[in-house]
C-alpha cells in the first residue's frame, strides 16, 4: 500500500510497520487509527481555536447531496472564505479524521474556511464518536428513513442514531432538522437533552422555518418558491427531483446558520446540476449508437429510489438499469416490490436487474415478462445492454454502490469518452 500511495503522489505515510524499500517519508505509529483520530481532533481544535466553523450532516438519504450543495453554495457566497468539504462519502471512523487533518488554522493565508463533515453509520455509537471528534457548530439531520434498515430494529433506532450527532456539540451549536420528518419531535428532544437550544427547522410543513412553497418544473430544473425566516424567495435550482427541493432548505437554513445571507445564497443554485452519479444527464455513442444517459447509479434506498423513478416522466428512458438496494434487512423484498408500481408507470422498452432481490421484484410482474433481462454481474448487464440498446434510447441507471448498477454506468460513460464528447445537459436525480 505505501508503494501505490507514493506512485499516486503520497508525500508521506502514516504506518504501523515502515517498509525501508520505499523512498517515501514514513512516520511510524503504535496504531494507525489511533494516530489518525488524534491528527483530525488536534487539527480541528487548532481551526475552531481560529474561529472556523464545522457543519455536521447525518440523515438516512441525503447527506452527500446536501453536502455537495453547500459546499457549491459556501463557495459562491459573498462574504464566504469558501470551504473544506468531505470528499465523496468520506463519513466513517476513517473519512472523517481524514477531512478534518485538513482543516485549516490561524496560518493559512486564505483565511479559516468553514467545513463541511458528512456523518455516516452502521451501528449506534458510531455517530456519537465522529461528532465528539469533529464537534459540529451546526448539525443538519436530513430525514429518517429505512436505508439501515438492516443494521436496526427500527426506525426509532435509526432516529436515535442519527441524533448522536448533537453528542459533541456545544450548548452555542445549533441543530437543523426536518419539520415533515415524522421522528421530528424526537429529534428536536435529544437536541433539548444535549443542551442546545436554538433549533431551526426545514420542510414544507407550514411552521418550519425555512419552508418550501412550492416547485414548479422548468427547463433548467426547478423553479422554486421559499419563505426564508421572513422572507419570500424564489430561484432556480438545477436538480429536477423534488427531493433536491428539501435538500436546499436545508442547505439555505444551514447558510444562514453560518451567519450569511441565504436568500442571496439561493440564487447561486441554478447551475449546481452536475453531479456525478446523482442524476446526471449527458448524451454520446454506447455500442456505435447515439443515446441519452441519466446516470443516478452513486446509491439508492428506498426513498431515493421512488423519488428517481416518480421525477423520469419527462424523460421517459426506453430502458432502466436497476441494481438491488441494499442494508433493507427484513424490509428489503417489501421495499424491492413496492418499486412495481412506478416502473410499470414508466412503461419502459426494457427492465435489466442486477441482484437477487431486484430480479425477484420483475419475475412476479408478468406485464415484465417480456421486457425483464436479469443479469447476475454488472458485466453481464453491460453486455444485456450492447444488445438491447436502440439509436436515440433514453437509459436510467440506479442502485446502491454495493449492488455494481455505478459499474454499468461508467462502461455507458467510458464509451462516451472513447467516442468522443457531444453535450451534458440537464440532472434529473433524487439521492
Not at 10 to 35: E, F, G, H
Not at 239 to 264: F, K
Not at 271 to 286: C, E
Request: glycine letters at 8%; hydrophobic letters at 45%.
Amino acid at each position: 500500500f505505501i508503494g501505490a500511495a507514493a506512485r499516486n503522489g503520497a508525500v508521506a505515510a502514516l504506518v504501523a510497520k515502515p517498509d525501508a524499500n520505499i523512498a517515501l517519508p514514513q512516520l511510524v505509529v503504535t496504531d494507525v487509527a489511533v494516530a489518525l483520530d488524534a491528527l483530525g481532533t488536534e487539527t480541528r481544535t487548532a481551526h475552531a481555536a481560529a474561529g472556523g466553523q464545522l457543519v455536521g450532516i447525518t440523515g438516512s438519504v441525503g447527506k452527500t447531496g446536501s453536502k455537495e450543495m453547500l459546499a457549491h453554495l459556501l463557495c459562491r457566497t459573498p462574504g464566504s472564505t469558501g470551504c473544506v468539504a468531505s470528499r465523496a462519502s468520506f463519513n466513517n471512523h476513517l473519512g472523517v479524521p481524514l477531512t478534518l487533518s485538513l482543516l485549516p488554522d490561524a496560518r493559512s493565508d486564505t483565511g479559516v474556511a468553514p467545513a463541511v463533515q458528512e456523518m455516516g453509520m452502521n451501528a449506534a455509537g458510531e455517530i456519537s464518536q465522529l461528532s465528539r471528534m469533529a464537534r459540529p457548530d451546526v448539525a443538519v439531520i436530513t430525514c429518517i428513513a429505512d436505508s439501515h434498515a438492516g443494521f436496526f430494529s427500527s426506525l426509532a433506532d435509526i432516529a436515535a442514531a442519527k441524533a448522536e450527532i448533537f453528542d459533541g456539540m456545544s450548548p452555542d451549536g445549533i441543530a437543523i432538522l426536518n419539520r415533515d420528518d415524522e421522528f421530528f419531535d424526537d429529534l428536536a428532544a435529544r437536541a433539548r437533552a444535549a443542551g442546545i437550544t436554538r433549533i431551526k427547522t426545514f420542510g414544507t410543513h407550514e411552521q418550519a422555518d425555512y419552508r418550501l412553497v412550492s416547485t414548479t418544473a422548468v427547463a433548467a430544473g426547478q423553479q422554486i418558491t421559499a419563505r426564508l425566516g421572513d422572507r419570500d424567495v424564489e430561484f432556480i435550482l438545477g436538480m429536477r427531483s423534488a427531493h433536491w427541493a428539501q435538500n436546499a432548505m436545508a442547505v439555505l437554513a444551514t447558510i444562514d446558520a453560518l451567519g450569511l445571507d441565504a436568500a442571496e445564497s439561493a440564487q447561486n443554485l441554478h447551475d449546481f446540476n452536475d453531479l456525478p452519479g446523482r442524476g446526471a444527464m449527458s448524451t454520446g455513442r454506447f455500442a456505435k449508437l447515439g443515446i441519452t444517459l441519466i446516470d443516478d447509479s452513486y446509491n439508492a434506498g428506498p426513498r431515493s429510489m421512488q423519488a428517481a423513478l416518480a421525477s423520469l416522466h419527462s424523460a421517459a428512458p426506453q430502458i432502466l438499469v436497476l441494481s438491488d438496494m441494499l442494508e433493507l434487512g427484513d424490509a428489503s423484498a417489501a421495499a424491492h416490490t413496492a418499486l412495481a408500481p412506478p416502473i410499470l408507470a414508466l412503461r419502459p422498452r426494457v427492465v435489466i436487474t442486477i441482484g437477487d432481490e431486484m430480479a425477484r421484484m420483475a419475475s412476479n410482474l408478468p406485464c415484465l415478462a417480456a421486457s425483464h433481462h436479469h443479469a447476475d454481474t454488472p458485466a453481464a448487464a453491460i453486455s444485456i445492454l450492447h444488445k438491447l440498446v436502440c439509436d436515440g434510447d433514453t437509459i436510467f441507471i440506479k442502485g446502491s454502490l454495493g449492488s455494481g448498477a455505478w459499474r454499468v454506468a461508467r462502461a455507458v460513460l467510458d464509451a462516451f469518452s472513447e467516442a468522443g464528447p457531444e453535450t451534458a445537459g440537464d440532472t434529473i436525480s433524487a439521492t
